[in-house]
């Protein structure tokens, strides 16, 4: 008998806030979590909102802003393909908590089949009665780095703190954000679960990758994620053009609130720019290139770390926070605030003489090695066994 199938009647739904595609690392969390409960043959659900009643009417709008003062959700609707409807439920929701601070309830009895766990995979001001609700904080940024992003802090941690009184279970995806939550809200240890975040390719999608034409040409330097100062870019193209590598850097990902100019700081570096791309696309680009290049102010985990060491590419990142406890000893490991490092950095990693390529290839294997840290096969083991103890924590 396979060790989860006693799990098999237990119904998990997801939340479907970061379902839509949007290059997120929520969005890959999400869907992660989606498949790994799937080939572990427990049902899932996504629940999802639709706006059924546009063109606004007046009345309409005062009705929805009732309903948000008040808490009142409209009824579960299930649909022919297994996902759930609540008209409204996040805008609702979100509504209600700016105007009130309060926490919106729906009560999961009225579906088809009631769920036993509501997995949150991101903090949202939604909680649902009936079954256990589980809450994923990927990061807690606006807390430890206001300065780096345009989230309100004082309501992100109100919103934390209310919801850390009310869910079943808690988890990160890192052990940096889980160490953070504990000193930052006093959350005792035990109740903070850090499942890390899965992260690996199939044979079958790395061939139709390498199938695909690259976006810019093999060989350069690549940057992976939203182009925000958090990102740490403008030290980034600094330090490119501080090498003096004649490689260019691709800057790969959409432009943040706070996008920084993404030109060329010297005369022999070369910055281009690509606010998105296919997936495949994508990972056709890590495997042809020279590294990827990650020295970010904060992250929560940093998806692209491990992508690139799964696909045998060389990574330089930050040595301080998620960063460096995602990529171990099998980065180079700089200070993000220290221009010339990051350029010793991108110097070293150009070199093609016999120690360049021989200390390309120990980051190379030992990127490989790492990666198998963050299976979908480790991330199942970890995720099953957090659902048992908690069901069995609750009597279920």
């Given amino acids: 008998m396979h060790p989860t199938n006693c799990l098999s009647a237990f119904p998990v739904w997801l939340d479907g806030r970061n379902w839509l595609p949007g290059g997120t690392g929520i969005h890959s969390f999400t869907h992660a979590l989606n498949e790994t409960l799937a080939s572990r043959n427990i049902p899932t659900a996504i629940l999802l909102d639709r706006d059924s009643s546009k063109p606004h009417s007046i009345t309409t709008n005062l009705r929805k802003?009732?309903?948000?003062?008040?808490?009142?959700?409209p009824a579960i609707r299930d649909t022919s393909h297994g996902d759930i409807i609540i008209d409204d439920l996040y805008r609702t929701a979100h509504t209600r908590f700016r105007l009130r601070g309060q926490i919106s309830e729906f009560d999961v009895a009225n579906a088809a089949t009631p769920p036993k766990v509501v997995h949150w995979t991101s903090p949202l001001p939604i909680q649902a009665r009936g079954a256990l609700n589980v809450v994923t904080i990927h990061d807690i940024i606006p807390l430890t780095h206001p300065n780096l992003t345009g989230i309100d802090s004082r309501r992100f941690e109100d919103l934390l703190g209310r919801l850390f009184e009310r869910v079943d279970g808690i988890t990160t995806v890192s052990e940096a954000v889980r160490s953070e939550i504990v000193s930052r809200f006093g959350i005792a240890p035990g109740r903070i679960r850090n499942l890390y975040q899965p992260v690996s390719h199939s044979a079958l999608q790395i061939e139709a990758a390498r199938a695909v034409q690259p976006i810019v040409q093999d060989g350069g330097y690549i940057c992976v994620g939203r182009v925000e100062a958090r990102k740490n870019i403008d030290r980034l193209l600094e330090a490119h053009a501080l090498s003096h590598t004649r490689r260019p850097i691709t800057l790969i990902g959409p432009d943040g609130d706070d996008r920084p100019a993404c030109i060329s700081r010297g005369v022999t570096s070369t910055v281009r720019r690509v606010k998105w791309c296919e997936k495949t696309q994508l990972l056709r680009t890590?495997?042809?290139?020279?590294?990827l290049l990650f020295p970010s102010l904060a992250e929560g985990f940093g998806l692209p770390i491990i992508e690139a060491m799964g696909l045998g590419i060389p990574v330089m990142t930050s040595g301080v926070g998620a960063t460096a406890e995602i990529a171990g000893?099998?980065?180079?490991?700089?200070?993000?605030?220290?221009?010339?490092?990051?350029?010793?950095?991108?110097?070293?990693?150009?070199?093609?003489?016999?120690?360049g390529i021989e200390a390309r290839h120990r980051l190379v294997s030992a990127g490989y090695q790492r990666a198998q840290l963050f299976t979908k096969e480790a991330f199942a083991e970890k995720v099953i066994g957090f659902y048992r103890e908690l069901a069995s924590a609750c009597g279920i």
């Fill in 286 to 291: 890590i495997l042809g290139a020279r590294a």
């Fill in 65 to 73: 802003f009732c309903n948000a003062m008040i808490g009142r959700l």
């Fill in 329 to 355: 000893d099998a980065a180079i490991l700089v200070d993000p605030e220290n221009v010339q490092e990051m350029a010793a950095a991108i110097a070293a990693l150009d070199r093609d003489d016999a120690s």
